[in-house]
Every structure is written in structure tokens, then in C-alpha cells.
């Protein structure tokens, strides 16, 4: 078996991975290796053939083939080398090296290893899937993940039904919704669980309100009925605790049902790495430069924490490309202070990525990411470090479907911890009534 | 005076727009966040515009279709002629990104154009 | 003149099939379904049984017995995975250990070697996750996990092997009829077939009473009775290492908590009497008594569940299994009523029934019958050298169809180009695991329909989920604009 040595890999040839990869090439690093394992570099941006990604990063509205090309376009300016359909199958850390061994497989090189002194980790997220929400009835065909009918639709040309029932608002299913009408099939409606939309705003306008397709906020799937294709779906309301409400069934004869309930980090080689991991997001721990608890692995992307927009992605790829290149050519050797910030979410907001900060290694500005658990409205967003108010913004909409986040400043930081007068530091995140 | 709510899609931050009418006529567009915006809200209550993006397909390809969108917006009614359009066109590989398909789709003034490459087999 | 039709590719009919092969006979199997594997065999706990539970003096303990031993040495013969992890039947109670010492006793008189009643602090040794409420627990060393669909198609790809014919046809009647010499044989019509056959093997699951009474004066009735099941992710897999039973009670028999053979970790089933003979639903209350039950067992019961199922038992009335040749239908055999301890009880089964058809129909032993059946190579399972070793032989093997379990282009051509090889996506998934894991299909569904598409000759539109109508792919887009 052979084994060959890099600076830096780059697990996934999706958004985050393209995006770091130009970004720690700009900074240096030349002896870069993207593993990929489809046959075209992209990843699920190839079948999200809608358009809205890009405004962000290039000022315009993309679809999403175009701007992984603008992507794979700088890859290739940049000569970096990848692998395509090509697996990686394990990793793990040698703690007498301090380098990261990648194990991975094609048809060409058969079972081959590479030693790396950085990883990224960038290997996107899965969907939900039926068995994960407990949904009785019988078990057919014609159950399908969003993401796959939109595979089905988008690259094969073909319909995976045509009598649609969707559960669960998220971002992909709405997107389905329209792209299945365009295409000649019949969506009946969207069932979501929770009692707001999981999705964004601008895809309930533009993917149900557009085509008359109804959404049902607090409603979910109560059974799937027949025994080779799906033959009827029947939807039920649910009460405050989730539980349907006796009566309120109604029975819509379909024969699919598509499934978009959510996304969840693929962290196989992340567990397998043995980096900790955050239960809320399910994607690994990370510090301001976006390390996990394994020295010289880097996480960005879907497998790090589910993002709403692909610009969020790619900003956060190159944060972590540049991180990884200062960490292979010694960059961020300056001397660390001890001081540690820990980042407290709390009273609505679910997590931050971030969770840790030294702020010794902070940019001058560093972006927080996170979630909220619920949808607020006109409140206030808060920010206390050591106690003190950092910041309150003022909110007109959060929701769980959209990811917020705070720019926090070094110069800001640095002064009030220097006038803690310890090394341990919190900073909270809340949301806070206006007064 | 008339007042419309609507959530602006023009970007995904999607704020929510209202705005007063008067005999038709727009008089006052708040809660927008850019220009942008309040483009979208006068265009969406007078005569909204979407952008199509859908599938053609391709002869001779690596894939069996090439992505696509109408290079600029289309009115919103004239989605479905759009998409059905699209049905009787097939183009041959390769298709590059930018490459046009339909000139002036439906009369709408729009060209449809390739979203994504696919090379010959 | 078929020497042998047997009814029903489950494990049953097809552990007689392969016994059946090594005799000078003519046999066919008949298999409503598109696959073998499809009924109860797909369904159910995967447990093979140590054999504490049928009373004495019961078939269900004659061949659990055997069945337990028969497994041991056959899993190496024929490939199938199979674990020998023991059993453990909890007393939640202290009243519970009446109820062990009763158990205990059975399975001595059973012939059930190794058992014996451990106290609270052992079996938390044993077991650290276990319910402080377990008093103590009967061990049953010999109790083992087994995957039932590779055991199914290990003995029929065997049996084919040998020479045994699989026809994918239901069997809608069977006639009584005699030959000129007065020889009872019988007329079997299947879809637009017909068949004479000197004897028939009803092990037709749920349905085998339909069949019994065609041709029987003294009538059986068979009730399906429905057991659901959680399956759990395979980070759960570790959290138990042997099957916990809980004592049956007054309220119940009780829901078992087991790793697979797979590592995963599983919980079922309930029992309620099923709607039909192909009502395989699972339903809201069930799940939910599956896992609250369940968490009885053990402490902090994970809840990781990647998919739930339900299958159906054949309970005969007597409820107990009727094997062998029924007394006024001379060469119809019956492996009727197979409910538990069925998977593990089958094995014997097939011995015993191909002894009783070959003694009738004076069949001498074949010289030219192999034993021996190779299993699919699993890259997940295997280590990077044997998978370098297989990537060698084939690319393919590096080529990864199926990401959550790990299952490659190599493998699936494998299990569709094998003897009996898989037709369907459900074929491919139970042969390889591929869309076994966490994301069920989510990523894998796509790849592995064109490669079936391929290997059969068919178009991707044609390929199905299970047969019989379970299309995927419904057309081409704007067909209908």
C-alpha cells in the first residue's frame, strides 16, 4: 500500500472544501491534496440548480453549478491537485509525528495512505431519514429523501413521483416543491412539524405561496400507506407537545412522500479521529481558528454545523484554510497569553461556532456563528464578556431556519479582558426582551 | 390607503416589506434593508417578476440534461409557459456555462442560458 | 415429475431446500415474492435461541435445540455472520426469580447446556448498562445473534448451487391427485405453471395453513401476529453485548434489547395480531411500546433509531411447529406454524424433513454435493490488507456505493452476479447492507439502481424497491407539460 505526504488535505471537494483550498493556497501553502468522492468536484451545489447563491460572495445571483464553477474555476487557476471519486475511509492522528494519517481508496490507486500535517475537515452533512423520525406505517417505495428526488430531477432528467406529499420545511424540501411542479408533478402540500417553517422566507414565497402549495405548520405524517409504492399519506395536527391531536387526520392519496427534515454533519472520520464532539450542532468543538480538539485539524462547512447559505460556507472554508495554512508554516506561533474565552449560549440562542476562543490567535475580527431555538421577534440580541455588555442588536426576525452571527472585534476584546485581571474568560449570548 | 406586507426575496436575509398603496399607486415602501428591496416590493405589487430555472436536454452528453435559468426575470404568470417551452429544446454537447439555449423566451425578452457544463461522452 | 416442490424461499423452506440437495432429487422451490428472503426471514429478531423457553417434550425445543448447535457449524460452512454473545433473561423483580428458577430448570430438561442463574453484581459486570431494577438474570452462554437474511441466502444460494431450481412464481393451488399405479402425487398451479410433483414441503409462513387445507381433511389455522422493531444507529451498538430478555410477566412477554450481528443495536418486538397476512406496518403505539418497554432493561435506553419495521409470525392455534408429513395427504410435508424460535430452529428443520423425503422417495446421497457457500467480502469488515488484496483483483472493491456502511461497487456486483443473485434494490441492500445504515438509502439508492440496471439488462425506470408494482422512478420530466 502505498503512502504518500502533503501539507495540507482537504476531505471533501464540495463548497467548504474548494473555498479552503483557494484560500490556503492564497496564503501559501502549495502542496495541497482535495479528496473528493464524486466524479466532479462541486458536491451537492451540482444538483442545486436553483438560483439565490452568491449575493454575498460575488455580488450576484447564482445557481448552484455556477458557483461551485466560479470555485473549481480558482482551484484550477491555482493548479491545486485533487482526487476524484476517491473515499476516504479513515483517519487518525499520530501522536509521535503530530501528523494526521488520511487512509483512503479509488480504482486507480487502490487502498493508499496519506500523512498530512493539516486536515479539513469538509465532508458536508446527510439528511434526515424516515427511520430517524419514527414515522408508522408501511415501508414502500417511493420515500425518498428531498436531496435524493432532487439527484432523481436534476441530474438523471427523471421523476421520482408524481403525486407529491412533502414533510418538513426545510430549505431543500421548498426548493423540491417548486422543482417538481415546474416539472410536471402535483404537490399537494408541505406538513411541518414545528409551528414555523424551517426554511427560508424568500423559498416559502417563491417555492409554495407561487404555486398555490399549501404549508401546514404543526402538522406532521401519521402514516404511510401501501405495501409496494406509496399509495396515500395521512396527516395529522399535533399539539403543543408534538403529539397529534385525535381527529384532525386527514388522508391525501399520493405517491410519494419526500422527506426534509433536516440536516446532520457526516462526522464518521471525525468520530473515528476521536476529535469531541458538540451534541446540539453534531458537528466537532472548534476554537476561533475553527481546530478541533486534534491538533491541525480543521473543520468548515455542513459537517462542522448546518449553514442556511453557501456564502456563509465559503467564508467560513476560507477562515479555515487560512488557519490551517498559518498552522503548517508556523504563522500562528505567537506566544498564547492563556487567556481563554468560552462562549455561553443561553435564552434562545443553541450553540455558537466558535465555542472557544483564545484570544491571542483572534483576527482582528472574528465571526461568531449560531442558531436560534425558536422564532423571535423584535427583540434584542445580546452580548456580555466578563459581564459587561458587548453588544445589543436590535432584531426585527430570528428564526431557527436562518443562522445569525456577531463580528467580535480583537482591539474590543483584548481591552476588557486585560481588565479581568484572570485568564479564564465567558462571553454569553443571549436573546433579550426589548426594554 | 391600501398597505401590502411582503417578504422580500431578493436576497436571503428576506426583511419584511410593507407598503401603502394609493389607487394603485405606491406611496410608501418601509422595512427594507437595500435599494434592492424596495425595487422588489414596487416591482411585486405592480408586476411581480420571477426568475425560471429549470432542465433541457442535452444529445451526446456525459449527463442526460444541462441546467438552466432565464438570464433575467420573467413575469410571474409566464413561469409555467416557460418551463413548458423548455420541453420541445434539446441541445448537443458540450454546453458550457453562459451558453444560450432559448433567445427571448416566450416573448419575455429573456434568454435562457446553460447553468452548468456536461461534456460530450 | 418434480421429485420435490417446496413452497416458500423463507429460511425454513430454503434450510430444507439445501438439506434436500444433497440427495439424488429433483427439487423446486416456489417463492411468491421477488427474492427469496422476503417474508417473516426478513423480519424479525435475528436471535438464535439457546432453547431455555419451549416447554419439554415440544418441537419448538427438539429443533431450537438442535437448531442452536447446527448454527455454530454451519455459519462457517456457509459464510452467514453469526455471534455466539449469550443471553441473558432479567428478573426486574425479585418475584422474577421463581420465574428463572422455572426457566432454568426447562432448559436442563431441554438439553440446553451452560445455563445458570447470575446475581445483581455479576451481571453488572457483565453488563454495566443494565436496569438497576434487574434482581438477577438467567445465562444462556449458547444464545447467539445471526444475520437472517445472509443465513436465508446462504442456504438457498447452497441449495441452487446443488442443483435446486428457485421459480419467482406464487402457488395458487395444489391437487391431491394419483397416477395409474394408484402413487399419490400432486398438481401445483403457479401463475400460468403447472407442476406434478411426488411431494410437497409446505413451509409457506403465514400462509402455509391456506395450503394445509387444500389437501387436508384435519385443518390447521395460522394467525399472523405482528412484531415491531426499533433499530438503532451503530454508535449505539456497544451499549449492550449480550441479548437481554426480560422475564415474561402476566402483562406480557416482553421486549428483548440485543446488539446485531451488524452492531447495531435493536429493540422488539411487540405482539398484536396483525390485520391481514400482509399487513407489515408498523404503528405509532407499537413503536412507542418498543421503546418504552425497552427502556425497562436497560438504564438511559438509547435512542438513536435509524429505522423501524414490522414483521409477521406464523402462530398456529396448537402454537406449537407441525413438521413432517401430514396423516392423510401422503407426500405433503408441513414446517407449518414457524413462529420463535423459527430462525434458529430451521437448520433442523431442513435436516430432519430431507431424511424423511429422501427415505420416501428411496434417494440415494449425491457424491458430487459441496457444502461449502462463499459469502459476499465485506471492505467494511475487512482489514486495509485484505482490502488492498481485494482492490487488486478487482477496482471495484475501492469504488464505495453505499458511504454509512461502507459497501462498494465490488460487493453489490457481487450479490446480483452470484447464484440467485439480488434483482431488486431490497435484494442488493439485505445481501451488501448498502442503505442499511444511518442515511437508509439516502445517498447509495442512486448508485445502486444503475448498476442493477445494468447487470440485468433493464432500464433504470424498471428497476424496483421489492417487486411487484415498488417502482422508483416514475418517467421522464415535463412529460406530462
Not at chain 1, 483550498?21 to 473528493?36: M, P
Amino acid at each position: 500500500m502505498s503512502e504518500i505526504k502533503k501539507d495540507l488535505v482537504i476531505i471533501g471537494g464540495g463548497p467548504a472544501g474548494l473555498a479552503a483550498a483557494v484560500s490556503a493556497a492564497g496564503e501559501g501553502v502549495k502542496d495541497i491534496l482535495i479528496i473528493e468522492r464524486d466524479i466532479r468536484l462541486g458536491g451537492i451545489l451540482n444538483q442545486c440548480i436553483h438560483n439565490g447563491f452568491g449575493l454575498h460572495t460575488f455580488k450576484e445571483e447564482l445557481t448552484g453549478p455556477e458557483y461551485a464553477d466560479r470555485y473549481i474555476d480558482m482551484v484550477r487557476k491555482e493548479q491545486i491537485p485533487y482526487m476524484l471519486d476517491t473515499m476516504v475511509v479513515d483517519l487518525s492522528f499520530d501522536e509521535k509525528t503530530g501528523e494526521k494519517i488520511v487512509t483512503a481508496m479509488n480504482k486507480t490507486e487502490g487502498l493508499f495512505y496519506v500523512r498530512a500535517r493539516a486536515v479539513i475537515l469538509a465532508m458536508g452533512c446527510r439528511e434526515r431519514p424516515r427511520g430517524a423520525l419514527n414515522i408508522p406505517g408501511f415501508r414502500p417505495s417511493g420515500i425518498y429523501s428531498a436531496g435524493t428526488a432532487q439527484y432523481y430531477t436534476n441530474m438523471e432528467g427523471k421523476l421520482p413521483g408524481r403525486k407529491v406529499v412533502i414533510l418538513g420545511s426545510g430549505d431543500i424540501g421548498l426548493i423540491m416543491a417548486r422543482r417538481m411542479t415546474y416539472e410536471g408533478a402535483k404537490v399537494l402540500c408541505v406538513a411541518e412539524l414545528q409551528p414555523y417553517s424551517g426554511g427560508l422566507k424568500r423559498n416559502i414565497v417563491q417555492c409554495l405561496d407561487d404555486f398555490d402549495i399549501p404549508l401546514l405548520l404543526s402538522h406532521t405524517v401519521v402514516d404511510i400507506k401501501g405495501k409496494r409504492r406509496v399509495e396515500g399519506v395521512t396527516i395529522a395536527e399535533v399539539d403543543e407537545n408534538k403529539k397529534p391531536i385525535p381527529g384532525s387526520e386527514v388522508f391525501y392519496e399520493c405517491d410519494t412522500l419526500l422527506l426534509s427534515c433536516g440536516l446532520i454533519p457526516e462526522n464518521e472520520l471525525t468520530d473515528k479521529l476521536g476529535a469531541k464532539m458538540n451534541p446540539v450542532t453534531g458537528g466537532a468543538f472548534v476554537n476561533e481558528s475553527l481546530e478541533t480538539d486534534v491538533p491541525g485539524v480543521f473543520a468548515c462547512g455542513n459537517v462542522l454545523h448546518v449553514h442556511d447559505l453557501v456564502d456563509y460556507v465559503s467564508g467560513e472554508a476560507a477562515a479555515a484554510g487560512k488557519n490551517a495554512a498559518d498552522h503548517i508554516l508556523g504563522k500562528n506561533a505567537q506566544e498564547n497569553d492563556g487567556n481563554v474565552i468560552n462562549i455561553k449560549t443561553e435564552n434562545g440562542v443553541r450553540y455558537s461556532v466558535p465555542s472557544v476562543v483564545r484570544p491571542a490567535y483572534m483576527p482582528d475580527t472574528l465571526t461568531v456563528r449560531f442558531r436560534v431555538g425558536n422564532e423571535y421577534r423584535d427583540k434584542n440580541l445580546s452580548v456580555y464578556l466578563d459581564g459587561k455588555q458587548l453588544m445589543k442588536l436590535p432584531k426585527r426576525i430570528m428564526a431557527p431556519g436562518e443562522m445569525e452571527q456577531i463580528i467580535l472585534v480583537k482591539s474590543k476584546v483584548s481591552e476588557i479582558i486585560s481588565e479581568s485581571g484572570v485568564k479564564e474568560h465567558e462571553l454569553i449570548i443571549r436573546v433579550e426582551d426589548k426594554e | 390607503m391600501e398597505t401590502r406586507e411582503l417578504t422580500c426575496i431578493r436576497c436571503p436575509i428576506g426583511c419584511h416589506i410593507t407598503v401603502e398603496l394609493e389607487n394603485g399607486e405606491v406611496k410608501n415602501i418601509t422595512g427594507n434593508s437595500c435599494p434592492r428591496g424596495e425595487e422588489y416590493a414596487a416591482s411585486e405589487v405592480t408586476h411581480p417578476v420571477r426568475t425560471v430555472t429549470s432542465l433541457v436536454n442535452v444529445t451526446g452528453g456525459e449527463r442526460p440534461v444541462v441546467s438552466v435559468k432565464t438570464a433575467g426575470d420573467v413575469p410571474k404568470e409566464k413561469m409555467m409557459d416557460v418551463v413548458a417551452a423548455l420541453k420541445s429544446v434539446t441541445v448537443e454537447a458540450p454546453v458550457a456555462i453562459g451558453d444560450v439555449v432559448v433567445k427571448d423566451i416566450e416573448g419575455t425578452g429573456a434568454d435562457v442560458v446553460a447553468t452548468s457544463n456536461v461534456a460530450k461522452k | 415429475m418434480k421429485d420435490v416442490t417446496i413452497i416458500g424461499a423463507g429460511v425454513v423452506g430454503c434450510a430444507i431446500a439445501r438439506e434436500l440437495s444433497r440427495y439424488d432429487l429433483d427439487v423446486a422451490v416456489f417463492e411468491k415474492e421477488a427474492d427469496v428472503c422476503e417474508g417473516t426471514s426478513k423480519a424479525n429478531s435475528g436471535i438464535v435461541h439457546s432453547g431455555y423457553d419451549a416447554k419439554p417434550g415440544t418441537l419448538k425445543a427438539r429443533f431450537n435445540v438442535e437448531g442452536n448447535r447446527l448454527i455454530h457449524e454451519l455459519s462457517k460452512e456457509l459464510d452467514f455472520p453469526f455471534k455466539e454473545n449469550g443471553s441473558l433473561i432479567l428478573a426486574l423483580e425479585e418475584e422474577g426469580r421463581k420465574g428463572l428458577e422455572e426457566l432454568l430448570e426447562r432448559g436442563n430438561k431441554n438439553g440446553v447446556p451452560g445455563l445458570r442463574i447470575v446475581e445483581k453484581e455479576e451481571l453488572k459486570e457483565m453488563e454495566p448498562n443494565v436496569s438497576e431494577n434487574a434482581v438477577c438474570a438467567l445465562y444462556a452462554p449458547t444464545g447467539g445473534i445471526v444475520c437472517p437474511f445472509n443465513m436465508t441466502y446462504a442456504f438457498a444460494e447452497n441449495a441452487a448451487d446443488n442443483g435446486v431450481s428457485f421459480v419467482f412464481e406464487g402457488v395458487t393451488g395444489i391437487e391431491k391427485l394419483k397416477d395409474e399405479t394408484g402413487e399419490v402425487f400432486y398438481r401445483i398451479t403457479a401463475g400460468k405453471e403447472t407442476v406434478d410433483t411426488r411431494t410437497v414441503v409446505n413451509a409457506a409462513g403465514v400462509y402455509a395453513d391456506v395450503f394445509h387445507n387444500m389437501v387436508c381433511e384435519k385443518k390447521i389455522h395460522i394467525t399472523p401476529v405482528k412484531g415491531q422493531y426499533c433499530l438503532m444507529d451503530k454508535t449505539a451498538g456497544g451499549y449492550v453485548k449480550h441479548t437481554l430478555f426480560q422475564l415474561p410477566t402476566k402483562s406480557g412477554k416482553g421486549i428483548l434489547v440485543t446488539p446485531t450481528v451488524h452492531g447495531n443495536l435493536m429493540y422488539g418486538p411487540t405482539a398484536d395480531e396483525a390485520g391481514d397476512c400482509e399487513d407489515t406496518s408498523t404503528t405509532a403505539e407499537g413503536l412507542d411500546t418498543v421503546l418504552s418497554k425497552a427502556s425497562l432493561s436497560v438504564e438511559d435506553l438509547p435512542r438513536k433509531t435509524i429505522t423501524s419495521f414490522a414483521g409477521l409470525r406464523a402462530r398456529e392455534d396448537g402454537r406449537d411447529f407441525i413438521i413432517g408429513e401430514a396423516d392423510d395427504a401422503p407426500g405433503f410435508f408441513d414446517a407449518a406454524g414457524i413462529e420463535s424460535p423459527g430462525l434458529t430452529a430451521a437448520p433442523a428443520i431442513g435436516v430432519h424433513l430431507a431424511k424423511l423425503i429422501a427415505a420416501k422417495l428411496n434417494a440415494p446421497e449425491k457424491k458430487d454435493f459441496d457444502p461449502v457457500r462463499k459469502g459476499i467480502p465485506s471492505i467494511a469488515l475487512a482489514s486495509d490488507e485484505e482490502r488492498a488484496e481485494l482492490i487488486k483483483k478487482d477496482p471495484l472493491y475501492a469504488k464505495v456505493v453505499c458511504r454509512c456502511e461502507l459497501v462498494t461497487e465490488g460487493e453489490i456486483r457481487d450479490a446480483i452476479e452470484r447464484t440467485l443473485g439480488a434483482t431488486t434494490v431490497d435484494g442488493v441492500k439485505r445481501r451488501t447492507r448498502a442503505g442499511m445504515g444511518r442515511c437508509q438509502t439516502g445517498f447509495c439508492l442512486a448508485r445502486t439502481i444503475p448498476i442493477l440496471a445494468e447487470l440485468l439488462g433493464k432500464s433504470t425506470d424498471e428497476i424496483e424497491k421489492s417487486g411487484h408494482g415498488s417502482y422508483y422512478i416514475d418517467g421522464e420530466i415535463k412529460d406530462t407539460l
